[in-house]
Nanobody
């Protein structure tokens, strides 16, 4: 069992930065591919970024590539999403998720958090 709790969301102006954190409970955190998805009002949830269990491999949606960076610290059971050059279209609820398999872009995920709101003003 893995429980995930996101933090770090908030309101930021376009061009600004935020860092999201996802704290995981459970001894098997390092076994999971971790990642982030987001859902904007009236839209379907979409993939944002993922990182392999070792941290050696990352994957990004085209819309965030070059602006967002995903990382993890297995000693702290935490995964991060550094978001730079934020745009109004990045406004969404961001969810942390875990998947034992490495095809994170495919649903369902095994575990996910409650989400944290990110709002980017123009």
């Amino acid at each position: 069992q893995v429980q995930l709790v996101e933090s770090g969301g908030g309101l930021v102006q376009a061009g600004g930065s935020l860092r999201l954190s996802c704290a995981a409970s459970g001894r098997t955190f390092s076994s999971y591919t971790m990642g982030w998805t987001r859902q904007a009002p009236g839209k379907e949830r979409e993939f944002v970024a993922a990182i392999s269990w070792s941290g050696s491999s990352t994957d990004y949606a085209d819309s965030v590539k070059g602006r967002f960076t995903i990382s993890r610290d297995n000693a702290k059971n935490t995964v991060y999403l550094q978001m730079n050059s934020l745009k109004p279209e990045d406004t969404a609820v961001y969810y942390c998720a875990a998947k034992i398999q490495n095809n994170f872009r495919d649903y369902p995920h095994d575990y996910w958090g409650q989400g944290t709101q990110v709002t980017v003003s123009s």
